[in-house]
C-alpha cells in the first residue's frame, strides 16, 4: 500500500473545562504525535492540528460552580493544556481555540451552507425546562438514568458508563443539574441534521467501505450505531454559550457543541494556512483523526455526515482511536482526582518526557483498555530503557573512544553487515506498522533493535578482540558496525522517543543515514536514568492521599434526618435578609448581634458566628432567615430568627446566600 503524500492529521479537541490528564494523553496526543512523526520522517507534507472546545454545558456549569466567567473557565485552562503540551513535546502546526473569531465565522459559514441547502429540519419540540432557573435543558444541564445500562448519573447526550449517545427524554427519572429540580416541558424550536435519511443516502455505503481500514473496535461500535437506526439530532440549543446560529429566527439559540467542535480543526487549519482548501477540499490529502472511544460517533458518524452533506469537503480515511487507560486498576477520574496529570508529571520528572512517552506507547490502549501502574513505570524505564537502550548505547560509545580515539573507525570490508541488513529490515517492519497504527508492536520492535546491538556486542567482544593478532583492524569493524547500528536506532526511534534521538544524534554527529569513517563522536552521556523506588512511593503517596481525602470528606457527613411532610417545610417563613448593623455582645466570644433587614422590618437576631467573621465583614451581607422562629433571649438580648449557614466537616461556615444581589424579604422556598 502507497502512502499518499499530504496529509491531514487531526487529534480531538481537549474540552477545556480542566488539564490534561495520562488518560487523554494516551487516547490519542501519543498516537497522533508520533504518526505525525513518522510522516514528516518519511517525507510527506504533514499538517497537524488541534485546539481546545471552550463551549458546552460542562464549562458554563464550572463557570457557575466557581462564581466565574465562562470566559475564565477557558482562559486558564488553554493555557494549562498548550503549555504542558508544548513542554512535553508535541509538534502541532496549529493549536486554536473554539472561542476565537476565525472559528466562529467558519462554523457560522458551515452552518448556513447546509441551511441554504434545506439540509436541516426544522422542528418545534418540547424541550426540558428548568422553571427556576429559567433555562431550558440541553445535553449536560440534565441528568437521569441510562435507559441502556441503567447507570444512575448519565446525561442528556451521553451515558458516560455505556457509551451510549443520548437525548434528554430517553433518561429515566431526569433531573437539571443547575437545581436539582424536576424539569418541566417546554415548546421551542430547533435545527436538526436528519440522521436517519443520511444513513441511507450516504452512511450505511461510506461505513462498508472501512471494514477493512478502521480498527475492528471502531468499526463494530460504528456498524452497531447505524444497525439501530440513526435518529434526527438537534444541532442548536437554547443556550448562551457556544457559535450563534446564524439564522433568522435563531436569536439566543448556539449550535451543538459537537455540531461546532470538530469544524474547530477547519478552523485551525485556516488560521495559519491561505491554501486551507488543499488541505481539506483536495482529494489527494488523505485525513486522519486520532481520538478516544468516547468520541467515535461523532468522527465516524456526525462529522463526516455533516462534512457529506456541506459537498465541498474530503471524507475521513482513518479514525484510530483508542480505547480507555486506567490507573492502577481504577477508571481514571477528574472529579475524584484519581488521576496523573501531565503538568504535574512534568515537574515531578523534570528531563523524562521521553519515559512517559515510552512508556505509555508500551501500553497504549489500541484495542483495549489497559492500565497504569507506577510500578510498571519503573519497572519499564529501569529493565528496558535504562538497561537495555542506555546501557548499550553507552558501551559503544565508551568503547569508541577507547579503542578508536573517538572517531567513527572504518569498515571498508564492509564485514558483519549482515546485522545491519538484518535492522534495516525491521526498520521497514517499524514503518510499516506504524502506517497500521499499531505503535506498541512498532514501539517493541525498535527497542529490538537495541537488543540486537547489545546481542551483537557480547557476540563479538571487543574487549577480547584487541588483544588477539590483527585485533585493532577487526574492533574498529566491531564498533563501525555498532555505531552505524546506534545511528540507525537514533533515526527510527524518532518518532517515539524524540529527545533520546536527538540526544544519539547529537552524540555521534548525524546527518544522513550512514555515519561517515573519521567523523567526530562527543563524549558519552547518560540517555536514561533509574527511576528510584522513593519517587515511585511518592506518586502512590499522592494517589493515597487523594482517595483518602475523598474518603474522609464522606465519612464525616452527618446521615440524612428523617423524613419530613411537604406541610413540615412550609410552616418554615425564610426570607433574604440583609445585615445592616453587627457587634460583639459583652462577655460572649461567639456571639454577635446582628440587625437583619428582612423587608417588612429590622430584626435584632443573635448568631454564633462571632469566631469565623468580624462584624465589619458583615454589613450589606444577604442571607436566608428563618423568620419564624420563637425569640430566645442570650446574654440579656432577645434574639428574633436565624441566619441559614452551611458547615463542611472542617468546620468552615459561609452564609447561605441568594445567588445575587436581591430585595430583603423575598421569599425563599
Ligand atoms: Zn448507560
Redesign the pocket.
Known amino acids: 500500500m502507497t502512502q499518499p503524500q499530504r496529509h491531514l492529521v487531526t487529534c480531538a479537541l481537549p474540552y477545556a473545562n480542566g488539564p490534561l490528564h495520562i488518560g487523554h494523553i494516551a487516547g490519542c496526543f501519543l498516537p497522533s504525535d508520533i504518526y505525525v512523526r513518522h510522516l514528516r520522517s518519511m517525507g510527506k507534507d504533514v499538517l497537524f492540528v488541534c485546539g481546545t472546545d471552550e463551549h458546552g454545558v460542562p464549562i458554563t456549569l464550572k463557570a457557575a460552580n466557581e462564581g466565574i466567567t465562562p470566559q475564565d473557565v477557558v482562559d486558564k485552562n488553554y493555557d494549562i493544556i498548550k503549555r504542558s503540551l508544548e513542554e512535553w513535546g508535541v509538534k502541532f502546526d496549529n493549536f486554536s481555540r473554539t472561542t476565537r473569531p476565525i472559528h466562529h465565522e467558519t462554523a457560522s459559514d458551515f452552518f448556513r451552507t447546509l441551511y441554504d441547502k434545506n439540509v436541516f429540519s426544522e422542528q418545534v419540540t418540547e424541550q426540558f425546562y428548568d422553571e427556576k432557573a429559567d433555562q431550558f435543558l440541553a445535553d449536560r444541564y440534565i441528568t437521569g438514568e ?1 435507559p ?2 441503567g ?1 444512575a448519573e ?1 446525561y442528556g447526550d451521553q ?1 458516560e ?2 457509551g ?1 449517545t443520548l437525548s434528554p427524554k430517553e433518561l429515566i427519572n431526569p433531573k437539571s443539574a443547575l437545581t436539582g429540580n424536576v424539569p418541566v416541558k417546554k415548546e421551542t424550536r430547533n435545527w436538526f441534521l436528519p440522521l436517519d435519511k443520511l444513513q441511507s443516502e450516504f452512511l450505511n455505503d461510506w461505513v462498508a467501505t472501512k471494514k477493512e481500514v478502521w480498527k475492528p473496535h471502531v468499526f463494530g461500535q460504528c456498524m452497531s450505531w447505524l444497525n439501530d437506526g440513526l435518529k434526527p439530532r438537534a444541532m442548536t440549543r437554547d443556550l448562551n454559550w457556544g457559535v450563534p446560529v446564524p439564522v433568522e429566527g435563531a436569536e439566543g439559540k448556539v449550535m451543538y457543541v459537537w455540531f461546532d467542535a470538530p469544524i474547530g480543526y477547519i478552523s485551525a487549519t485556516k488560521e495559519i494556512r491561505d491554501d486551507w482548501k488543499d488541505w481539506w477540499q483536495n482529494p489527494e490529502t488523505e485525513m486522519t483523526h486520532f481520538l478516544g472511544k468516547d468520541n467515535i460517533v461523532f468522527h465516524t458518524i456526525i462529522f463526516p455526515a455533516m462534512l457529506h452533506a456541506h459537498g465541498d469537503y474530503n471524507l475521513p480515511t482513518h479514525v484510530p482511536a483508542n480505547e480507555f487507560l486506567n490507573l492502577e486498576g481504577q477508571k481514571l477520574s477528574t472529579s475524584r482526582n484519581h488521576a496523573v496529570w501531565l503538568h504535574e508529571y512534568l515537574e515531578d520528572f523534570p528531563g523524562k518526557e521521553d519515559e512517559l512517552r515510552y512508556v505509555l506507547t508500551s501500553i497504549m490502549p489500541e484495542s483495549k483498555d489497559s492500565d497504569f501502574s507506577w510500578s510498571d513505570f519503573q519497572a519499564r524505564v529501569n529493565n528496558e530503557l535504562v538497561a537495555i537502550v542506555g546501557n548499550w548505547v553507552n558501551r559503544v560509545m565508551v568503547l569508541s573512544h577507547k579503542f578508536c580515539d573517538g572517531v567513527v573507525p572504518a569498515n571498508e570490508d564492509r564485514a558483519d553487515y549482515t546485522v545491519i541488513e538484518e535492522v534495516d529490515a525491521v526498520v521497514k517492519r517499524v514503518d510499516a506498522l506504524v502506517e497500521k497504527f499499531s505503535f506498541r508492536e512498532a514501539l517493541t520492535e525498535t527497542i529490538n533493535i537495541a537488543r540486537t546491538g547489545n546481542k551483537y556486542l557480547q557476540d563479538t567482544a571487543p574487549w577480547h578482540a584487541i588483544k588477539e593478532e590483527g585485533g585493532q583492524k577487526r574492533v574498529e569493524e566491531i564498533l563501525n558496525v555498532s555505531l552505524q547500528l546506534v545511528a540507525r536506532f537514533a533515526k527510527v526511534c524518532e518518532a517515539f522517543l524524540p529527545n533520546t534521538s536527538q540526544k544519539i544524534s547529537a552524540m555521534v554527529h548525524l546527518s544522513g543515514a550512514e555515519l561517515k569513517a573519521g567523523g567526530p563522536l562527543e563524549k558519552p552521556s547518560l540517555l536514561f536514568e533509574k527511576i528510584e523506588d522513593e519517587q515511585i512511593q511518592n506518586q502512590l503517596d499522592k494517589l493515597e492521599a487523594q482517595a483518602s481525602a475523598n474518603q474522609d470528606v464522606r465519612e464525616k457527613l452527618e446521615p440524612i434526618k428523617p423524613t419530613i411532610t411537604f406541610d413540615d417545610f412550609t410552616k418554615l417563613d425564610l426570607r433574604v435578609g440583609t445585615i445592616v448593623e453587627a457587634q460583639k455582645v459583652k462577655k460572649a466570644d461567639k456571639l454577635l448581634q446582628l440587625l437583619v433587614d428582612i423587608g417588612l422590618e429590622k430584626r435584632t437576631i443573635l448568631s454564633g458566628i462571632a469566631q469565623h467573621f468580624s462584624p465589619e465583614d458583615l454589613i450589606g451581607k444577604q442571607a436566608v432567615v428563618v423568620t419564624n422562629l420563637a425569640p430566645r433571649k442570650m446574654r440579656g438580648v432577645e434574639s428574633n430568627g436565624m441566619l441559614l449557614m452551611a458547615e463542611n466537616t472542617e468546620g468552615e461556615l459561609v452564609f447561605v446566600s441568594p445567588e445575587k444581589e436581591f430585595l430583603p424579604g423575598a421569599i425563599v422556598r
Open positions: 441510562c441502556n445500562c447507570f448519565a451515558c458508563n455505556c451510549t
